[in-house]
């Protein structure tokens, strides 16, 4: 039996990523209040001091094309629109989506209903773009990965994390939070963390403190030139056991004479290495793979 309510419409224009570009809306949802759900890692943002903040760093302007991830209760969605008249957004979740499609007209929020991680970033950024987004914390350092292909496309990103990935992101040589993340995202991007966010700041309220980063791809002509696959190759075990030493880690990959030939001592931690050192590794793991 019916609860008289009416299905969402849907569009049947095919989307980015393989989710659907929604329009339309059901007023009744608004009524209703939107239970979050741990599946999706959903704290919503609801301090307006801190979307204030947060919209005082992104600096949105008109024109600039803003795709927006995870807008959940579109707090940070609806000053951006304010301040762009119009954002993109990428929502997984089809109950706040509809209730995207019932608050913003078409004019001002082009509603993707897609899973960010599965999502075809080539389409989206087929122009460049200005990312933003609280991501949830179950999904945020793949996604950061996800991005890396499409970064010379990016203008910016500012995201908002969990404190503990920020700090991994922006750590320097030598510190216990330095590591592969640190390592790869400071290769592609200058980063600069610019301010925390208490768990206050959030509906249900999170077990951990978050933080505000700030990403800008480096130029093409600042990246040092090595092959992207080579260098990932090396970065990741290098850090897969933070104990041994490169010569251990890195065995598979090139022996101790060919590491020092890069200019990297053997014995060296990863976690002792700037990316100019994993940048030599990447090169001479190229040339040995020529000879052979």
């Given at each position: 039996m019916s609860d008289g309510r009416r299905a969402a419409p849907s569009s049947s224009r095919a989307p980015?990523?393989?989710?659907?570009?929604?329009?339309?809306?059901?007023?009744i949802l608004a009524a209703e209040p939107h239970r979050a759900r741990k599946r999706f890692g959903q704290n919503f943002l609801h301090d307006p001091g801190v979307v204030s903040r947060i919209v005082e760093a992104i600096d949105p302007r008109p024109g600039q094309a803003i795709v927006e991830i995870g807008?959940?209760?579109a707090a940070l969605t609806s000053a951006l629109i304010e301040r762009a008249g119009h954002v993109r957004a990428?929502?997984?979740?089809?109950?706040?989506?509809?209730?995207?499609r019932q608050r913003f007209s078409a004019e001002k929020l082009t509603l993707i209903e897609a899973d960010a991680l599965k999502i075809d970033w080539s389409d989206v950024a087929a122009t460049p773009l200005r990312l933003v987004g609280n991501l949830p914390y179950n999904i945020s350092t793949p996604l950061l990965f996800a991005l890396l292909p499409v970064a010379e496309r990016v203008i910016d990103q500012h995201f908002m994390l969990q404190k503990e990935v920020v700090d991994r992101m922006v750590a320097a040589p030598g510190s216990k939070t330095y590591g592969r993340l640190s390592v790869?995202?400071?290769?592609?991007?200058?980063?600069?963390?610019?301010?925390?966010?208490p768990r206050g700041a959030f509906k249900p309220t999170p077990q951990v403190t978050s933080s505000v980063v700030r990403m800008k791809p480096r130029g093409l002509s600042e990246l040092p030139q090595v092959d992207a696959q080579a260098f990932a190759r090396v970065v990741a075990p290098a850090f897969g056991q933070r104990r041994k030493t490169l010569r251990n880690a890195?065995?598979?990959l090139l022996d101790a004479d060919q590491i020092a030939a890069s200019g990297v001592d053997p014995q060296a931690r990863a976690e002792t290495l700037g990316v100019d050192s994993f940048v030599g590794l990447s090169r001479r793991l190229v040339t040995v793979a020529k000879t052979i």
């Open positions: 980015l990523g393989g989710g659907r570009i929604a329009t339309g809306g059901d007023p807008p959940g209760q990428i929502e997984i979740d089809r109950d706040l989506a509809a209730r995207l790869m995202l400071q290769f592609r991007y200058r980063l600069t963390k610019l301010f925390d966010v890195l065995s598979e």
